[in-house]
Nanobody, 113 residues
Framework: QVQLVESGGGLVQPGGSLRLSCAAS????????MGWYRQAPGEQRDLVAF???????NYADSVKGRFTISRDNAKNTVYLQMNRLEPEDTAVYYC???????WGQGTLVTVSS
C-alpha cells in the first residue's frame, strides 16, 4: 500500500522559515514526479512545486525565489524548504506522488505574528 506522510508544519512568524518533509512508503519514488500542493481555508488546492525524476523543478509564481523543493530517493523523502514566509502562505500543505496519484494527509502551516 502506497502511503505519504507529511511533517514539519507549524506556526511561524512572517519572514521565518520552515522545512516540510514527505516520507513515502510502499513503493520507491525514484521514477516518479513528486509535488507539493496547498489549500487555504475556503480555497481550492493549488500546486506549489513539483520535482521530476531528473531533478528538474517547477514552482508557482507566488513562491518562486522563496521555496525550494528537493528529493532524497534513498530515503524516499521529498522536502519543501520555505523561506521568507508570508501570511498568505498559511494553508494545509499536501504531498503528492504522481505515478499512483497518491496524497498525504497534509500538514498545517500558519504564518502569523
Amino acid at each position: 500500500q502506497v502511503q505519504l506522510v507529511e511533517s514539519g508544519g507549524g506556526l511561524v512568524q512572517p519572514g521565518g522559515s520552515l522545512r516540510l518533509s514527505c516520507a513515502a512508503s510502499g513503493s520507491g519514488i525514484r521514477a516518479t514526479t513528486m509535488g507539493w500542493y496547498r489549500q487555504a481555508p475556503g480555497e481550492q488546492r493549488d500546486l506549489v512545486a513539483f520535482i521530476n525524476p531528473d531533478y528538474t523543478t517547477n514552482y508557482a509564481d507566488s513562491v518562486k525565489g522563496r521555496f525550494t523543493i528537493s528529493r532524497d530517493n534513498a530515503k524516499n523523502t521529498v522536502y519543501l524548504q520555505m523561506n521568507r514566509l508570508e501570511p498568505e502562505d498559511t494553508a494545509v500543505y499536501y504531498c503528492r506522488r504522481f505515478d499512483f496519484n497518491a496524497w498525504g494527509q497534509g500538514t498545517l502551516v500558519t504564518v502569523s505574528s
